[in-house]
């Protein structure tokens, strides 16, 4: 079980926070409004903005902030943001490797508040290049589990340019290039099996095993990073087995 796995796990906990809910919300208004204004504002010609829609409207964000994030991506309305991608690296407890992907309007807040909440943390931030060459960017596409097979998930989508099909829980991910997602996409369709989600990703060649005690202070320093607004992922190269897991869930 990847930490990604046990991070998409947690979700749902940090939802029913309304705080948290909230700065969910502006994360994936944010990812819509940068879609639109790179790819432009039609969803039916422009994938990852397709993508990202459906990814808020299943978080339950509104509809008009939906819209009106679409149009100010495209140019149709006023006031959109020059948001900018900037990648920090660094190492967690028990050197374990992060990456953190901020959507930013201002570079300066974005480096010193990530800086403090990885000092604070047990953190420590390292030069460009120090961790990043330990991720590769995937597809990552999910779908639920009903009554179909991994093998039958894996017939659709081989031919489409899918790496590996996994099991997470009461879904199956399936892994690919981030240049094949639309095709996994298309091929699960026409074999009538439904897209629960689709997102770009980064997954670690080299994961580090933690026990659920170095787990715990992990996610703290990950939990404290995501508070930050202009903060929109952290990845890391942890493992958990699934004994771990069952500990921290049942927390």
């Given at each position: 079980m990847s930490g990604h796995s046990k991070w998409a796990t947690t979700k749902h906990k940090k939802a029913a926070n309304d705080a948290k809910r909230g700065k969910e919300f502006a994360k994936l208004i944010k990812n819509i409004e940068v879609a639109a204004r790179t790819g432009g504002g039609d969803p039916a010609a422009?994938?990852?903005?397709?993508?990202?829609?459906?990814?808020?409207?299943?978080?339950?964000?509104?509809?008009?902030?939906?819209?009106?994030?679409?149009?100010?991506?495209?140019?149709?309305?006023?006031?959109?943001?020059d948001w900018?991608?900037?990648?920090?690296?660094?190492?967690?407890?028990?050197?374990?490797?992060v990456m953190i992907e901020c959507l930013t309007d201002n570079r300066n807040r974005a480096a010193s508040e990530v800086r403090t909440r990885m000092t604070k943390n047990g953190g420590n931030m390292a030069e460009n290049g120090a961790v990043s060459y330990l991720f590769t960017r995937r597809?990552?596409?999910?779908?639920?589990k009903g009554d179909q097979s991994e093998d039958d998930v894996l017939m659709a989508v081989l031919d489409?340019?899918?790496?590996?099909?996994?099991e997470v829980g009461e879904k199956f991910e399936i892994l690919s290039a981030p240049g094949d997602m639309v095709?996994?996409?298309?091929?699960?369709?026409?074999?009538?099996i439904e897209v629960d989600e689709a997102d770009q990703d980064f997954r670690a060649s080299v994961e580090v095993e933690l026990n659920a005690n170095d787990a715990r202070k992990i996610f703290r320093l990950i939990d404290a990073l995501e508070e930050s607004d202009d903060v929109q992922n952290v990845y890391t190269n942890i493992s958990l087995s699934d004994e771990v897991l069952a500990e921290l869930e049942a927390e």
């Open positions: 422009n994938p990852t903005l397709d993508d990202m829609i459906k990814k808020a409207k299943k978080a339950s964000v509104p509809n008009d902030n939906i819209e009106r994030a679409r149009k100010r991506g495209s140019g149709e309305e006023a006031g959109g943001a900018q991608t900037i990648f920090y690296e660094g190492y967690g407890p028990n050197g374990v490797a597809g990552v596409v999910l779908v639920e489409a340019g899918a790496e590996e099909v996994n095709a996994v996409k298309q091929a699960l369709a026409d074999g009538g």
